[in-house]
């Protein structure tokens, strides 16, 4: 079984969106079949099959954006349907005309499975009374120049992995990029690679040394000699450590949520707060658990906040929408992100469509991806595609407080803690208990008054649950 | 220094060292009267007369052994087998005999001979013809095998295939005959075991050996055009095999490409690649890449023949991948 992979289609090309399947699950698969139609930031191109087979398995949902060299299929014999891909040691002959690395890993416990490119040629030899081997083979391979064949520059076969492509306890890395980011202290793991299916390279270690210079300083020992001028950046940029200072070194998940929130800067923002009268959702919760109870379901408030602003994103388009340059991109889908706070940092997994689930299913969807992002398990595919987000501090008993935005997406909601509050009811005083949200808005999407709008419709929309179910 | 073509190169190292040593003597098919298929000696039965320039009959086997025999009683022959091909037939003499006489004797014997042969594709010779068998004595412990890439080496080597005193199988190639280059004048004896920089760089590293360090060094110019900096090493001798020079190469460049005219599995490239996984896997930051033939019988039809041989086309694809395999943006090593 062999993946295929996001490929690199241009120099600039560092994710693609898989636009479109045109061949489904179980399709006969012939090398050159066109497999999908990709986005890139360019141009819409093909994905071509690059060996001969069944599509088994599409590992990506049309519409999803994946770093190049992510796998977004698997083709095989048609036998290991519900095999687990994880399991299968990774084998792309997906190579694209400019990225033709293929790794080349036959299971070890089962090596005559899959034949190497080198392996298969032989078979030429060993049919010499074939009326004519070399019209029959060598022709077509050598004018297609396929690595599958005989091709004259087949690619080398990776140093086999027995771990699967999306371990991420042990990062694709070239033996150099290890070497110096063990000479400088750096966590592999920390690094962003910019190699095929995202092998860190030199380059990118010593980038990612120019970028901290602080985490270069403590090791005064290490080899200079592969980034003098990286070194030499440190020195100057990093604030003077003293001994009762401490470096500590951070995971990819940290390097890349810094990275987004960078980002999320420059996004003109602003920021409106409202009231919520949580005594009927409460009182709603408790009604829909109790119901739920058989199913072993127990909706949270969370959940409830993600249905609400999903159904109040479908009322208002103008919400579920991204600044593009110079225009608004209205999403068709709305997928909300939940903020999840884990051991190694903050995560955003996405549920989709979360406007046409009901309850149970966003909770259940919440409690796996949940412990799917505290596992680190969770895939890009399950981190992309927001529409808008809803973080919520309240159970750390805070009581307001602004978010910032995930980009491309407008919105994003800052849930408070519940607290009770004093009212007055046909006059008598009466205990309510009521919490703040906070809408954090891309001034470039919506003006004032059109999230105003927005923020009233869910805050209705709240304290009438109802229609959370309609 | 005299420009002169490799073919030269080989004529006159022989009448060089068949004027120095009466015990050198050439023997082959065709090479007295004929003067070599390849004209490799011409003129020299004249010049030397028939107890120098044997010709045999198509025996490869016979007059190989005729040659092992004579050299353990002190003559020094220097055989030309036709081509690589042909010395299958003589297979059993070169590897059981000549590359093992000295071990199994003790060390009392040694069989200073020389066998020339020419392997190589692209002549249209087909399949049986065209083949690169040198791998096939690389594997051989008691066997030197040189495969120089231009007219000086192939001078220097020839002569110090000569007068070392173990059998040497020195590879020529049908595509190098007519090539041209400077000669220095004088005795010149080469170090059989030395590989050499042929171009010096600092981006990626491209290994070759006879015909193909040519086409290495043709590609390396065009890359320089570009901005990177292609390294060619110059394998020069497969066995002994430099792997210091293979390894320091890619210590400095980081990059790795074998570029063979052999086939790809279980070729020069794979130890090449081994060599360089043992020694400089610290210093890589891209697989180490193989270039090599097509794995089928070569085929006679040109475009096919064309098609199934590794070239300059090849070699720059994979350059390519390999850069962009280590995001080479062209201002590393600088």
């Known amino acids: 079984m062999s993946e295929v992979v996001m490929p690199r ?16 699950e179980g399709d006969t698969i012939t090398k050159g079949d066109i497999l999908a139609e990709i986005e890139t930031d360019k141009a819409t191109m093909d994905l071509e099959a690059f060996e001969s087979g069944v599509l ?38 997906s190579a694209k005309k400019d990225e033709p690395q293929t790794d080349d890993e036959p299971a070890a416990e089962e090596p005559s499975v899959e034949k190497s490119p080198a392996e298969k040629s032989p078979e030429a030899e060993d049919q010499p009374e074939a009326e004519d081997p070399l019209v029959e083979k060598s022709p077509e391979a050598a004018s297609r120049n396929q690595p599958e064949a005989n091709a004259k520059a087949e690619p080398s076969p990776e140093p086999a992995s027995t771990e699967s492509a999306d371990d991420s306890s042990r990062p694709r890395m070239s033996p150099l990029a290890r070497k110096i980011a063990k000479d400088h202290g750096l966590d592999p793991a920390a690094i962003t690679g910019s190699g095929p299916q995202g092998r860190v390279v030199r380059a990118d270690v010593e980038a990612a040394i120019a970028d901290e210079p602080s985490q270069n300083q403590p090791s005064q020992n290490q080899p200079s000699q592969n980034s003098p001028s990286a070194s030499a950046s440190a020195v100057n940029v990093a604030a003077p ?63 409830l906040f993600v249905r609400a602003a999903a159904v109040t994103l479908r009322q208002h388009p103008e919400a579920n929408s991204s600044w593009g340059d110079d225009a608004l991109v209205r999403r068709g889908n709305v997928n909300v992100g939940i903020a999840v706070a884990t051991d190694s940092g903050l995560l955003v997994p996405v549920i989709r469509n979360a406007d046409q689930k009901d309850l149970a299913a966003i909770s259940r969807e919440t409690v796996a991806l949940a412990a799917k992002a505290r596992d680190g398990k969770l895939s890009p595919d399950e981190m992309s595609g927001g529409t808008f987000s809803v973080s919520n501090l309240g ?7 602004t978010a910032m935005i995930n980009p491309p997406e407008a919105g994003i909601l800052a849930v408070g803690a519940t607290n009770p509050v004093p009212m007055l009811r046909d006059g ?10 906070t809408l954090t808005v891309d001034h470039r999407v919506m003006d004032g008054a059109v999230a105003a709008g927005f923020l009233r419709d869910l805050v209705e929309n709240l304290e009438k649950p109802l229609r959370l179910i309609l | 220094m005299t420009e002169m073509t490799y073919r030269q190169a080989l004529n006159e190292t022989l009448r060089a ?14 090479i007295g009267v004929f003067e070599g298929s390849y004209k490799i000696t011409a003129g020299l039965l004249k010049e030397f007369g028939p107890k120098r320039v044997v010709d045999t009959p198509i025996s490869e086997e016979g007059f190989t052994g005729v040659a092992i025999g004579s050299a353990m009683l002190g003559l020094r022959p220097v055989v030309e087998i036709m081509t690589i091909n042909f010395s299958l037939i003589a297979i059993d003499q070169i590897v059981n005999h000549a590359a093992k006489i000295r071990t199994m004797f003790g060390g009392e014997v040694s069989v200073p001979i020389v066998i020339r042969t020419p392997g190589g594709g692209g002549q249209q010779l087909a399949a049986t013809h065209s083949q690169n068998l040198e791998v096939w004595y690389a594997h051989i412990p008691g066997l030197k095998v040189v495969a120089p890439s231009n007219p000086a080496d192939a001078k220097a080597l020839l002569t110090a295939a000569i007068r070392d005193d173990d059998p040497v199988l020195f590879l020529e190639n049908l595509g190098l005959y007519n090539l041209k280059g400077d000669v220095p004048d004088g005795e010149q004896v ?15 590293t491209v290994v070759s050996y006879s015909r193909g360090v040519v086409t290495a060094l043709e590609v390396a110019k065009e890359f320089a055009e570009k901005g990177v900096s292609v390294e060619v090493v110059d394998l020069r001798s497969l066995r002994p095999l430099d792997r210091n020079t293979i390894c320091e190469s890619v210590r400095k460049t980081s990059r790795a490409v074998i570029f063979e005219d052999d086939l790809l599995s279980y070729g020069i490239g794979a130890e090449i690649s081994a060599t360089i996984g043992e020694g400089a896997f610290d210093w890589l930051d891209a697989p180490v890449r193989r270039v090599a033939g097509a794995e089928v019988p070569l085929p006679y039809a040109k475009p096919l023949e064309r098609a199934a041989m590794p070239d300059a086309a090849d070699l720059t694809k994979v350059i390519n991948e390999t850069l962009a395999a280590s995001a080479f943006k062209g201002d590393q090593n600088v």
Do not use: C
């Open chain 1, 9 to 24: 289609l241009s120099d600039t090309m560092e994710e693609g969106e898989l636009a479109k399947w045109l061949k489904n």
């Open chain 1, 395 to 401: 159970m750390f008993g805070i009581d307001q407080f």
């Open chain 2, 190 to 204: 080469g170090e059989i075991g030395t590989a050499a920089i042929a171009k010096e760089g600092t981006d990626i």
């Open chain 1, 56 to 93: 088994e398995k599409h590992l990506v949902e049309a519409g999803t954006v994946v770093p190049i060299g992510t796998p977004v299929a698997m083709i095989g014999d048609g036998s290991a349907k519900s095999e687990a891909p994880k399991k299968e040691s990774p084998k792309k002959a």
């Open chain 1, 241 to 303: 450590l003293t001994g009762k200072d401490e470096v500590v070194a951070v995971n990819r998940i940290r390097k890349v949520a810094a990275k987004r929130l960078t980002e999320s800067q420059a996004v003109p923002h602003f920021f409106l707060t409202s009231i919520v009268s949580m005594e009927k959702l409460l009182a709603f919760r408790v009604d829909v658990n109790e119901s739920l109870e058989s199913q072993g379901i127990k909706v949270s408030v969370n959940d």
């Open chain 1, 428 to 437: 008598e005083l009466v205990e309510v208990p009521k919490l703040k949200i």
């Open chain 2, 17 to 30: 060292e068949l004027k120095r040593d009466e015990n050198v003597y050439l023997i082959g098919e065709e």
